[in-house]
């Protein structure tokens, strides 16, 4: 309305018979105050598009950690793969024809930015490629603080030097400092919320920053992290979009500073004991190992202590510490770590379960390849006896898959397993959950402990894929040195439940 009446304002001084200078004067200032009203309703346009485009910049941030708390990566890959297939395919399309161009702008236009829709690809292309190739290179965990940091620092950045970024230093690719800002503050919650939070506990087997154990702090890794986010966000690398350089950056200075490397200590710890043995408490009815008459402590300061009924476990256990020689090999006390965990775990049998739970639902042999025959085979011979021993024993439905879609297991199936291991006690609970961790495997784990497998079974069934590697390939040594682990961790399970 306000152009139509500066129109009308511009033709009635055209007609009135005013000097031709004053005419000139009248008709420019009209038609000056069009252009700014014109530009005004522009820049709302822009705006909207901008606000449209950040607001689901900052939501899929939000599934990220929905998405990392309950979903295996290479799942969460391959949909975005069948996403990214669709767009590009898209894109094809409406460059090469101009009305299916005109109807995704009409449909998609408000996500879309003004050069996008006539001559620039689609973000979203980036975007997809960002988030896939992190997903596809790195760990899970460093993969998704880099898409929370695409998707918060990002959207912080834009609208922080929108609004302030005018009073602060531009820098020389139109970007202000206040959005610099911006990106790393909001780089340090985001940091904070995920390595801070707790959303790391439910996998700690694959876990790339684990504070006791690396030589970064908290603090120290989130204000990293959250400089890492806003100088990513901040630079320009040869032109690229910045939905596929600001997770590539990330991930990859994450990687580099997030690892657990071992604190450096001054010396190994050498053996200071001379004699090892066990002793009966006769007030608890539980045996105690000594080490030169002290009892051994778990890493929560509680005695190692075993219950009365299993003292072939005791006498194992002081086997481990006898047979140190000069120095301590903390991975050659297998049995001494997973009594540890059950005494200093015993009040978190509820956090256990839930967390083994989820990992029924993407339980490695309930998702079956169909190609090549070798691991078809294997499949068939260590996945189904044990898939048909739990269906047929617990009266449950198990469902399988050749697809690479998540897979939901029927709630009263997990009711129902959740009721047998709720029946588990500390020492049981802690095997299951190390046989489950170690096989990839729910069903494997609960398999081991309920003496329906062998150790070498349970190993074999773990491990089809290298094993099927294996017959077509050969055997590398690696390989042997992984089977010997994964054995090693599964017959301190065994031992736990032998009697």
Request: with cysteine; aromatic share 8%.
């Amino acid at each position: 309305m306000a152009i139509h009446r500066n129109l009308a304002v511009k033709n009635r001084i055209q007609k009135q018979k005013l000097t031709p200078i004053i005419q000139q004067k009248l008709a420019a200032l009209a038609e000056a105050k069009i252009k700014k009203i014109t530009a005004t309703n522009t820049n709302k346009n822009k705006d909207v598009s901008e606000f449209s485009r950040k607001l689901l910049h900052s939501t899929i941030g939000f599934i990220v950690l929905l998405i990392y708390s309950s979903n295996d990566a290479i799942i969460v890959r391959d949909n975005l793969l069948y996403m990214f297939s669709i767009v590009s395919l898209a894109e094809i399309l409406r460059f090469l024809n101009k009305r299916f161009n005109e109807i995704y702008v009409k449909l998609f236009g408000f996500l879309m930015r003004e050069r996008e829709k006539t001559e620039k690809c689609n973000g979203v292309i980036f975007y997809l490629m960002g988030c896939i190739s992190v997903l596809t290179l790195f760990p899970k965990d460093i993969a998704a603080i880099s898409i929370l940091i695409l998707s918060w620092c990002d959207t912080a950045a834009s609208f922080v030097g929108r609004r302030w970024g005018h009073y602060t230093y531009k820098f020389s690719n139109g970007k202000s400092l206040a959005g610099t800002l911006g990106a790393i503050t909001v780089g340090l919650i985001a940091a904070y919320l995920f390595w801070g939070s707790g959303l790391l506990k439910h996998d700690p087997e694959n876990a790339s920053w684990i504070e006791e154990k690396s030589v970064l702090s908290l603090p120290s890794l989130t204000i990293l992290t959250g400089i890492i986010g806003g100088v990513s966000e901040l630079i320009d690398l040869w032109g690229l979009d910045d939905n596929l350089i600001i997770p590539l950056l990330t991930v990859r200075s994450e990687r580099r500073f997030s690892s657990n490397k071992q604190k450096e200590e001054p010396t190994a710890l050498k053996r200071f004991w001379k004699q090892v043995s066990i002793q009966l408490n006769p007030d608890t009815q539980t045996y105690e190992i000594l080490l030169d008459k002290r009892p051994l402590k778990t890493p929560g300061g509680s005695k190692l202590t075993v219950p009365y009924s299993k003292k072939h476990l005791a006498l194992l256990i002081a086997g481990e510490w006898e047979s140190q020689n000069h120095v301590l090999r903390q991975h050659s006390l297998p049995l001494t770590s997973l009594i540890s965990i059950s005494i200093d775990k015993d009040n978190m049998k509820h956090d256990v379960i839930n967390r083994l739970l989820r990992y029924f639902d993407n339980d490695t042999i309930c998702y079956h390849e169909p190609y090549p025959d070798s691991l078809v085979e294997l499949q068939k011979k260590y996945w189904l006896p044990i898939l048909d021993w739990v269906q047929n024993t617990y009266n449950v439905e198990i469902k399988t898959t050749d697809k690479i879609s998540g897979l939901k297991q029927p709630e009263n199936t997990k009711e129902k397993l959740k009721n047998i291991i709720e029946n588990f006690d500390s020492l049981k609970l802690s095997g299951f959950e190390r046989a489950t961790m170690i096989s990839k495997s729910f069903l494997i784990g609960l398999a081991l402990v309920e003496k329906k497998l062998s150790v070498e079974e349970a190993s074999k069934a773990s491990s089809i894929e290298m094993n099927s590697q294996t017959i077509r390939w050969g055997e590398l040594e690696a390989h042997d040195i992984e089977n010997e682990d994964v054995k090693r961790h599964l017959g301190s399970v065994s031992c736990t439940v032998m009697f």
